[in-house]
């Protein structure tokens, strides 16, 4: 037990890091409670009498809500419970990121190195310390790739079936998975009997397939619509196709997330190392393995999502970005001396935290990931201040219109029994806006004629209450 303790102590580094993170944020609620909270507590509160979730509800994580909601009739719905689970998801996921490093990094003395280069991804880091639903899909999304490395083929199957049922985007993820999977047994084959190859790999995705298409056609058969999650009519048009000029955006803003918070510096090293060494050395054989899983899985993600005018964020792509942060890692040590790739890494991992901090810089009218970077992190506290001084100056909250995402209810966010919605009617007296809510340039323009009454500011942070004309 020593022994693997100094062999593999920057584990326990990250691990520790991480529980100090947990434990300063334990009072943090849900940050989208149409994706968890609002499911959970209606299965919680109708004792699981119905699975036909109403509209303003994301009912394409059934059995996520469902297992939370389970939880909270044994332990009791609070956010302490709901913060111990979901730290026992981060660590967890943090081990299955280490084994996947660890996989593919055979020598100890740069395994800290590239593993800390890997989890350092700003939107990881942030997605970890809140009660985020994307964690749980990276979760079975990681085990079941060492599973595939390792050739556990029981285990394999059962982590891909739980990582198809979490959530629409997680079978998304996991056929990406399933694509470098026979990709990788054609190339054991030596690139023979493709069609063989298939039905092989077809094999331990067998249980996903078929349970996910047939709860998702019963589904359609129900609500009579061709969509996995039914939100609110703002999301009625999110499976459309684009066009031309659409689909330039939806690649500027797929570039942007591979270089923002951060991700631009391992591309600079990526880029300069291709330079230096060519297409040879940076494809080679001794990282095809690592290629392969990341060209997959984005190519699978890139197709569904950026022909279709649903918007998307970066978390969408955190799979991708750590398997990237590997590969670069892994360049540095097998084509620099070990001085000079341990120097760049570090430099790598102090630009990498920079990213933290990249939205000081930023345009109030530029749209940010504010869940996939710390300094949303004051945000939490902010609100509950503005609605106490809502409480304190007798200004109801159902006359009052709020912003995403605070326009779910304190319950919903806090799990503290308030259940008083924003008010959307003609009767609104006051309008909160804040740049955590990503409002459209026009949207943001009205507020100029309007009285402002109160400011929230906290880093780059701020909450604005204004009384209307």
């Given at each position: 037990m020593k022994k693997y303790f100094k062999e593999n102590y920057i584990l326990f580094v990250v691990l520790l890091?991480?529980?100090?993170?947990?434990?300063?944020?334990?009072?943090?609620?849900?940050?989208?409670?149409?994706?968890?909270?609002?499911?959970?507590?209606?299965?919680?509160?109708?004792?699981?009498?119905?699975f036909l979730f109403p509209l303003g509800m994301c009912d394409d994580n059934i059995f996520m809500a469902s297992g939370i909601a389970l939880l909270w009739k044994f332990f009791g719905c609070n956010l302490l419970v709901t913060q111990i689970l979901?730290?026992?998801?981060?660590?967890?996921?943090?081990?299955?990121?280490?084994?996947?490093?660890?996989?593919?990094?055979?020598?100890?003395?740069?395994?800290?190195?590239?593993?800390?280069?890997?989890?350092?991804?700003?939107?990881?880091i942030t997605q970890s310390l809140l009660i985020?639903?994307?964690?749980?899909?990276?979760?079975?999304?990681?085990?079941?790739?060492?599973?595939?490395?390792r050739k556990r083929k029981i285990a394999f199957a059962?982590?891909?079936?739980?990582?198809?049922?979490?959530?629409?985007?997680?079978?998304?993820?996991?056929?990406?998975?399933?694509l470098a999977y026979f990709v990788l047994l054609l190339r054991e084959n030596n690139?023979?009997?493709?069609?063989?190859?298939?039905?092989?790999?077809?094999?331990?995705?067998?249980?996903a397939i078929l349970i996910y298409t047939t709860l998702y056609i019963i589904h359609c058969t129900i609500f009579n619509l061709f969509s996995i999650s039914r939100k609110d009519p703002a999301w009625e048009n999110a499976l459309d196709f684009v066009d031309f000029r659409r689909l330039a955006i939806n690649i500027a803003v797929l570039i942007r997330w591979f270089l923002d918070y951060g991700r631009i510096f391992f591309w600079l090293v990526f880029g300069v190392l291709l330079l230096k060494f060519g297409i040879k050395k940076i494809f080679s054989k001794k990282i095809c393995t690592e290629w392969v899983i990341f060209g997959a899985t984005f190519l699978l993600i890139a197709l569904i999502t950026l022909p279709?005018?649903?918007?998307?964020?970066?978390?969408?792509?955190?799979?991708?970005?750590?398997?990237?942060?590997?590969?670069?890692?892994?360049?540095?040590?097998e084509l620099l001396s070990k001085k000079r790739a341990k120097i760049?890494?570090?430099?790598?991992?102090?630009?990498?935290?920079?990213?933290?901090?990249?939205?000081?810089?930023?345009?109030?009218?530029?749209?940010?990931?504010?869940?996939?970077?710390?300094?949303?992190?004051?945000?939490?506290?902010?609100?509950?201040?503005?609605?106490?001084?809502?409480?304190?100056?007798?200004?109801?909250?159902?006359?009052?219109s709020l912003f995403y995402p605070t326009t779910a209810t304190a319950n919903e966010i806090d799990l503290n029994g308030d259940k008083r919605y924003s008010g959307t009617s003609d009767t609104i007296k006051y309008s909160v806006y804040s740049n955590i809510g990503n409002m459209l340039d026009e949207?943001?323009?009205?507020?100029?004629?309007?009285?402002?009454?109160?400011?929230?500011?906290?880093?780059?942070?701020f909450i604005r209450l204004y009384k209307n004309n």
């Open positions: 890091l991480y529980l100090a993170g947990k434990f300063l944020l334990f009072d943090i609620g849900f940050w989208d409670a149409a994706m968890v909270s609002r499911p959970a507590l209606f299965l919680y509160e109708n004792n699981f009498s119905s979901f730290s026992v998801v981060g660590i967890c996921l943090i081990f299955q990121i280490y084994k996947f490093c660890q996989f593919f990094i055979k020598d100890n003395s740069i395994l800290p190195f590239v593993f800390l280069l890997v989890v350092s991804d700003t939107a990881l985020m639903p994307d964690i749980i899909m990276l979760l079975f999304a990681f085990m079941s790739v060492n599973f595939m490395l059962v982590s891909l079936f739980f990582l198809a049922m979490i959530r629409a985007r997680g079978f998304d993820l996991c056929i990406g998975i399933g690139w023979k009997n493709p069609f063989k190859i298939l039905g092989k790999a077809l094999l331990p995705f067998i249980p279709f005018c649903n918007c998307f964020g970066s978390r969408y792509f955190i799979f991708e970005y750590v398997a990237f942060a590997l590969i670069v890692g892994k360049l540095l040590f760049i890494a570090i430099l790598l991992l102090i630009g990498l935290w920079t990213g933290h901090f990249w939205v000081y810089f930023y345009p109030e009218k530029l749209s940010q990931n504010w869940d996939c970077t710390l300094s949303g992190i004051p945000y939490y506290e902010m609100r509950r201040d503005m609605i106490k001084y809502l409480d304190e100056n007798e200004i109801e909250i159902s006359e009052t949207e943001i323009d009205s507020f100029k004629s309007k009285e402002l009454v109160k400011e929230w500011k906290q880093g780059a942070v």
